[in-house]
């Protein structure tokens, strides 16, 4: 099971598979070739969130990729609400690595 945070839509799901199947991707590449319903802007705006908040990151001339955070996520080890780490066997979560909230003043890189 997923743990969305408020902020996410249900693209941001579809943006990160596609970037978990395909390693990386553009938004064009991504509205041509993937199962996203939604206008390449609208994606592309949905890109830069991610990557605001650290699950994905961006190469430059369009293309992202997924990061360690956002494949937690679509795992359901991470609960992008509450920036924790869930472990599953412990019914248990734990605090990010860094302690830091994605999107701040590091940039929510990982």
């Known amino acids: 099971m ?3 945070g408020d902020w996410m839509t249900l693209v941001d799901d ?3 598979e596609y970037l978990s ?3 990386s991707g553009s938004p064009a590449e991504m509205k041509r070739e993937g199962p996203i319903n939604y206008s390449r802007q609208y994606i592309d ?3 830069k969130r991610l990557t605001e908040e650290g699950l994905t990151k961006h190469f430059g001339n369009g293309v992202y990729v997924i990061t360690d955070d956002g494949e937690a996520y679509l795992d ?3 609960d992008t609400q509450e920036w924790r780490y869930i472990d599953e066997d412990a019914g248990d979560v734990t605090a990010t690595d860094s302690g830091d909230v994605p ?5 929510g890189a990982t």
Request: aromatic residues 0%; proline residues 0%.
């Open 2 to 4: 997923r743990h969305s």
């Open 14 to 16: 579809r943006v990160l």
């Open 21 to 23: 199947e395909h390693e």
């Open 45 to 47: 705006k949905r890109c």
């Open 76 to 78: 359901g080890r991470l």
């Open 103 to 107: 999107g701040e003043s590091n940039g």
